[in-house]
């Protein structure tokens, strides 16, 4: 589904000359494009945009269809030798063309604007977004919210295109070795588990999220009454995973779906024992699955 739709109209009846940009177009002498000057420094700058904008968006939602939340924004492109500046207020204006929602499949569309109105070869955009999915306690059932971070980044440029999907999944990890070495108990902690893929045919954020969650100690939830608790608390002392079993475990799965063709997955445990934090890293370095 493609959201851009017809321009944005001017708020004035043009027919009846009150459109500002026909009355008074013959009066107002042209202002100096002060970014179009010449640079004598040839340095080529390699992304130069706006950053932190907030813009709401429509999300694909394996659940509902369609989730809507808000974006913070980044729009870059790269900038010749030869011009002073970009122009900033045009990046603005292309996100206001989008009938007040962009819609993930318009982000081609956005790209080629960004690039043909800028005068650019490569034209990025990133957008950070909370996204929502209601998941039931584990024994009573109650249904709540946890909300996770998604970030799209989406690249273009006359020879190819890229676009790659990070999730961030909170997650509970319980230590082995603690486990193995304490007549009670074990260390356990909140971790979170960052997956970045590229891929052929779509993938769910929810699939990315369920991958993460299924090799943790345990998952988490927003709403938990005593019997959940329980369940959560033991569930996670029966499967205890170090931060590099949860990396394994992650690409194990994601490596199962044929429409994932690089990935990238970070673990990082806040832990409890620990003034500092526990990391593992495990990226595909070709574009393909399974060494093929």
């Known amino acids: 589904m493609n959201v851009l739709q017809k321009p944005y109209n001017f708020p004035f009846n043009k027919t009846k000359g009150l459109s500002t940009d026909i009355q008074y177009s013959d009066k107002i002498s042209p202002l100096p494009d002060t970014q179009n000057l010449k640079d004598k420094r040839e340095l080529p700058i390699d992304k130069v945009g ?74 990025h955009i990133v957008m950070e977004f909370p996204y929502f999915k209601e998941k039931k306690a584990p024994v009573t059932g109650k249904p709540s919210l946890i909300d996770y971070q998604v970030k799209f980044h989406a690249v273009k440029n006359s020879d190819f295109g890229d676009f790659i999907l990070t999730v961030k999944v909170p997650v509970t990890t319980l230590c082995p070795c603690s486990k193995s070495i304490s007549k009670h108990g074990a260390h356990n902690q909140r971790g979170e588990v960052t997956v970045s893929v590229r891929f052929r045919d779509t993938v769910w954020i929810e699939d990315v999220i369920s991958a993460v969650e299924e090799s943790a100690s345990c998952e988490l939830y927003s709403l938990l009454k005593r019997e959940d608790e329980k369940y959560v608390t033991e569930r996670a002392y029966e499967n205890p995973v170090f931060v590099e079993d949860l990396v394994r475990e992650v690409v194990v799965r994601l490596r199962a779906n044929k429409n994932i063709i690089w990935y990238l997955v970070e673990a990082e445990n806040f832990e409890s024992i620990h003034n500092h934090n526990a990391y593992a890293h495990i990226e595909s370095h070709n574009f393909s699955v399974n060494g093929q």
């Open 50 to 123: 706006v950053k932190n904008l907030k813009y709401p968006i429509a999300v694909k939602d394996k659940d509902n269809e369609i989730q809507h939340t808000i974006a913070t924004v980044e729009m870059t492109v790269d900038l010749p030798k030869e011009f002073k500046g970009t122009h900033m207020s045009r990046f603005v204006e292309i996100l206001q063309n989008q009938n007040h929602e962009i819609h993930v499949n318009s982000l081609d569309e956005i790209l080629t604007r960004m690039r043909e109105r800028l005068h650019a070869k490569t034209s």
